[in-house]
């Protein structure tokens, strides 16, 4: 039987599916279109009754393996579980999001199926049985548009490449319990600390404050911090500061860090090397803080100012609270 069909690597956050997971789904349904190709969601160790809202979002069927805490990614466990759902499934494409999950899942995958990954990508095409997928190269100066011709092709998708669906809680599908037994673990966890402690993910987040090396340190953050809580955002960094040290890895966006399409996108103290850019320029509006006017990024930001952050971004603030504390009188 040759392969066919789309098989959706789906993450969680509590009970609700994660946008990126959502966009997989939105891309997957988008890509079978008319010709009858079926959607597939697998769901590992979510919570209760994962399967509605997994089909609302594009999922023609879901499989669903029970056990395990969801919040927990066990790599072996994760790759078996994918492994056994492709081998029932037999897809031409399985999509993953391209984050920390992703990005270790895919190749494992790739190699237990014999098939081919591609990383990062901002685009997906199927036709024909042929997978074609778009993706940075040269520090994100550059795209690339790779043919997989082995299958299945197992693709990581950056966040915000693809537009989910309207949810459609009507739309008929399938659930089943995929009959898994998970292999005897080789590694234990024994204890979790969480590096960030941002209230919004910041992926999701409509407006994300970003400091790079020009903020001189992690007392920095703590400003832009005020800002982005004010906006109901989250605070983000570029490469130099987490390798500094100034703040956690988790908060990197760019090339090697996160990708982030928000509303609005303060990046403060960045000069706007392309690797950076490849994580933030998709962002609806960009405005540009730097001492040194002649940054790259005021050339692709929409709005810039040149000056110290110290003065604007705290004056910023108290004029952004002003405003809200007026409208809500």
Not at 308 to 319: A, G, K, N, Y
Request: with cysteine; proline share 5%; charged share 20%.
């Amino acid at each position: 039987m040759s392969a066919s069909g789309i098989l959706v690597i789906a993450e969680f956050d509590g009970a609700r599916p994660l946008a990126a997971s959502a966009e997989c789904l939105g891309l997957a349904r988008r890509l079978v279109g008319s010709s009858g190709g079926m959607v597939t969601a697998l769901a590992i160790g979510a919570g209760a009754e994962p399967g509605p809202k997994l089909i609302a979002a594009g999922a023609d069927r879901v499989l669903h393996a029970n056990g395990g805490d969801p919040a927990e990614y066990d790599s072996e466990h994760w790759t078996a579980c994918a492994a056994y759902a492709a081998g029932m499934v037999r897809p031409r494409l399985i999509l993953a999001s391209h984050n920390s999950r992703g990005a270790d899942l895919a190749p494992r995958l790739a190699f237990r199926l014999q098939g081919a990954v591609a990383m990062g990508c901002v685009a997906v095409e199927l036709a024909g049985g042929k997978v074609t997928a778009t993706r940075p190269c040269y520090g994100g100066n550059a795209r690339e548009v790779v043919a997989i011709e082995a299958a299945p092709a197992v693709v990581t998708l950056r966040n915000g490449c693809a537009e989910a669906l309207a949810g459609e809680d009507a739309r008929p599908g399938e659930i089943a319990a995929l009959d898994f037994t998970p292999p005897p673990r080789r590694v234990r966890v024994v204890g979790r600390h969480r590096d960030s402690g941002e209230d919004v993910r910041l992926e999701d987040a409509r407006v994300v404050v970003a400091g790079g090396r020009g903020v001189d340190g992690p007392e920095g953050f703590a400003v832009l911090r005020n800002l982005a809580q004010t906006l109901g955002g989250a605070v983000g960094a570029s490469r130099v500061p987490c390798d500094l040290g100034w703040c956690p890895h988790s908060m990197q966006i760019g090339l090697t860090g996160k990708t982030v399409t928000p509303d609005l996108y303060f990046a403060v103290g960045i000069s706007g090397a392309g690797h950076h850019l490849a994580g933030c320029g998709g962002a609806r509006s960009i405005v540009a803080i730097n001492t040194d006017a002649g940054a790259p990024i005021f050339r692709h930001a929409h709005f810039g100012v040149i000056g110290d952050f110290r003065q604007i971004i705290p004056e910023l603030t108290r004029v952004i609270a002003n405003v809200q504390r007026t409208d809500a009188a």
